[in-house]
Nanobody
């Protein structure tokens, strides 16, 4: 079993920045990819960004391209989401996810999920 713990959420004004972290632990961490998803009040959970663990290939949702950057620290089994130029519509609970074999934008491709961290962007 893999445990994922997110941190770094909070309240920020529009135009500001936050960096989310997700630390993976548990049995040997051999995930193929890690991703970030978010769920805003009254909306379905949606894909934000993903990174292939071994080679670092990245995917982004169109809504965050150019503003968010996903990165990883393979030595410490940690993935980051740097969020710049935040907008009120970025307000959501952000979830970290890890996929054993697949990767991409679909939630079904991920096997482990964190508990989420709240990001609130005020206008």
């Amino acid at each position: 079993q893999v445990q994922l713990v997110e941190s770094g959420g909070g309240l920020v004004q529009a135009g500001g920045s936050l960096r989310l972290s997700c630390a993976a632990s548990g049995r040997t961490f051999g995930s193929n990819a890690m991703g970030w998803f978010r769920e805003a009040p009254g909306k379905e959970r949606e894909f934000v960004a993903a990174i292939k663990w071994s080679v670092g290939n990245r995917l982004y949702a169109d809504s965050v391209k150019g503003r968010f950057t996903i990165s990883r620290d393979t030595a410490n089994n940690t993935v980051y989401l740097q969020m710049n130029s935040l907008k009120p519509e970025d307000t959501a609970v952000y979830y970290c996810a890890a996929g054993r074999s697949s990767w991409g934008t679909a939630q079904s491709g991920y096997d482990y999920w964190g508990q989420g961290t709240q990001v609130t962007v005020s206008s």
